[in-house]
């Protein structure tokens, strides 16, 4: 259609005989139109992100997790010692792009959650394995197998709770604990003894320890041991002191003695 030299077109022509106001609402309503579905494909787009770095998250945890598994991390492990081993792996630059210092954080977290649950779980394990022997070559399967046959009744249903525990097992932990200790007093006691020194057997006092089932084996001086032997030493070396010093006394009131016995005789 062409109206004074001018050319509409059909979608004009729909708006030909509207008011000046009423075109102004038809134009602010399709402008809204499409802001909304701006907002919706930048709100598809955060979303879609946002699932990315959740998934980039999960991935480290599970890194984190499997290493626990392998007894690479401990419950007293820190940051320093495994961060390298943890920057070489593949999940850890896209964390860290995420933020600079997301993967500590998460390994911080990860960490607290890891002791709080081990330390709850700690103190019954022990009561289980007091007298417990250990070697080198025990397998965590057999660790269990063993706990099972010692936890009798309601301590049998708390052992289950414990061992079915996800993602890690308090369980698990300890026997990596245990095997640490083992191979760490076996590999002093080759050294000084030859191959001799390979089974370990938990000392009843592990229940008893004050630092929360810390786990006393053959061979392992404690502290308090080493701090008694220091006083009766201190003690004893104090009484000899004393002993030299009254006999020094005793020979000079003698020497004094004898001086004036022979003045006397001088005189």
């Not at 959740?54 to 598994?69: E, S």
């Not at 998460?106 to 394990?125: A, G, N, P, Q, T």
């Not at 002093?188 to 084996?217: F, L, R, Y």
């Amino acid at each position: 259609m062409q109206k004074e030299g001018k050319i509409i077109t059909p979608v004009l022509q729909i708006y030909a005989g509207l008011s000046d106001g009423d075109r102004q609402l038809c134009f602010a309503d399709h402008i809204l139109l499409l802001q909304t579905r701006d907002d919706e494909k930048r709100r598809r787009i955060r979303e879609a992100r946002r699932r990315a770095e959740k998934a980039q998250r999960d991935a480290y945890r599970h890194i984190l997790r499997r290493w626990t598994k392998e007894g690479i991390i401990t419950t007293v492990t820190r940051w320093r010692s495994v961060e390298a081993g943890l920057r070489a792996d593949g999940t850890f630059r896209p964390v860290e792009e995420q933020n600079a210092d997301a993967p500590r954080e998460i390994f911080e977290d990860y960490m607290h959650d890891l002791r709080d649950v081990y330390h709850r779980d700690k103190s019954f394990l022990n009561r289980l394995i007091a007298g417990f022997d250990l070697r080198e070559t025990l397998r965590y399967e057999e660790f269990t197998t063993e706990l099972m046959k010692r936890a009798k009744g309601e301590m049998n249903a708390d052992l289950r709770r414990v061992l079915s525990r996800e993602p890690i097992s308090s369980a698990l932990l300890l026997y990596n604990e245990c095997m640490a200790r083992v191979r760490s007093q076996g590999s002093t006691t080759n050294s000084s003894q030859g191959n001799g020194g390979d089974t370990h057997k938990i000392k009843k006092e592990a229940v008893e320890s004050e630092d929360e089932g810390e786990i006393v084996e053959d061979g392992e001086v404690r502290e308090e041991d080493v701090g008694a032997s220091s006083e009766d030493g201190a003690a004893a070396g104090s009484k000899g002191s004393g002993g030299d010093k009254r006999k020094r006394e005793d020979g000079t009131r003698g020497g004094d003695s004898a001086t004036g016995d022979g003045k006397r005789r001088h005189l």
